[in-house]
């Protein structure tokens, strides 16, 4: 009788303390006075505007020059150099080598006339003028590289 009586206060305290967890989580009611002063308040308009006349991204004036340099034979041509100058320069200012695929991209800026030039070990050197003021974002090149002379 006394186990029972045991049991029986056991239960009684676990629903006892289960219905106390409840009610704590439970939020507690609240007046249509108290909502309206819980909600937040609407945000301040940002005092700073874009300028019209500026970029609104950081590669907003940018022009992509991308492209696949290939063998004679139709193979990718891994480790070309590439140089990218503006026409009316003489010195280079953007360079990269093709990757695995033969693959490559320079971002340049917008508005000028381009020329890339392409070298590889064994192949002659080549070269595409890229016009970067048409508007368009990007300008993609093919390039197939014939053997130097007497070499192949």
């Known amino acids: 009788m006394r186990a029972t009586f045991l049991s029986l206060v056991f239960i009684s305290r676990l629903v006892l303390f289960s219905s106390a967890s409840l009610k704590a989580q439970e939020p507690a009611p609240t007046t249509p006075q108290q909502a309206a002063s819980q909600q937040p308040a609407p945000a301040a308009e940002s ?68 020329e890339v030039i392409v070298r590889a070990k064994g192949y002659q050197d080549q070269s595409l003028p890229v016009d970067a003021k048409t508007g368009e974002r990007f300008k993609d090149l093919v390039f197939r590289m014939p053997h130097q002379e007497g070499k192949k």
């Open 47 to 114: 005092t700073s505007k874009p300028n019209p006349g500026q970029p609104t991204g950081r590669h907003s004036d940018d022009f992509l020059v991308r492209g696949t340099v290939f063998t004679a034979e139709g193979l990718a041509l891994p480790g070309a150099e590439l140089r990218v100058r503006r026409s009316s320069e003489k010195k280079f200012r953007w360079d990269t080598e093709t990757n695995s695929r033969g693959n490559f991209a320079v971002r340049v800026k917008m508005g000028s006339d381009y």
